[in-house]
């Protein structure tokens, strides 16, 4: 990325301690590595963010192919894309199945049933 050999760090590092001091320098150091650190951080969590919504776009793309084929006949890689998609369309989903499943199940007195009180102990007690 940057073309910076040995001596011109030696160069750089006695010219910022001549005008900075010995006293201001540690801090200084440590202030340029966290902006460095926090940098590469910022650009890894970019580069991810990048790479999910790719693969995203992807698994898209390959539901209209499947879409447009009938479902029917489908690459090997396809039915895996298919498969993958409709697997994270339920997780999404599945929360929200929860939630409405336990409100469902509480009486209308909103005391939990017996079923819902027992511990997993005493399920295997039984």
Do not use: C
């Not at 460095?36 to 650009?43: D, E, L, T």
């Not at 539901?63 to 447009?68: S, V």
Request: charged residues 30%; proline residues 5%.
């Amino acid at each position: 990325m940057f073309d910076i050999g040995f001596w011109e760090l030696v160069l750089i590092s006695v010219v910022a301690l001549v005008v900075l001091g010995p006293e201001r320098l540690p801090h200084a150091i440590r202030s340029v590595s966290r902006f460095v650190s926090s940098a590469k951080s910022m650009a890894n969590s970019v580069k991810d963010e990048i790479s999910h919504e790719l693969k995203v776009q992807e698994l898209q793309e390959n539901l209209r192919k499947a879409e447009q084929m009938g479902m029917e006949d489908l690459s090997p890689e396809l039915k895996s894309s298919v498969d993958e998609l409709k697997k994270a369309a339920q997780e999404v989903q599945r929360p929200y199945a929860q939630k409405a499943t336990e409100t469902s199940e509480v009486g209308v007195d909103s005391t939990p049933r017996s079923s819902e009180t027992s511990t997993p102990a005493d399920k295997k007690a039984e």
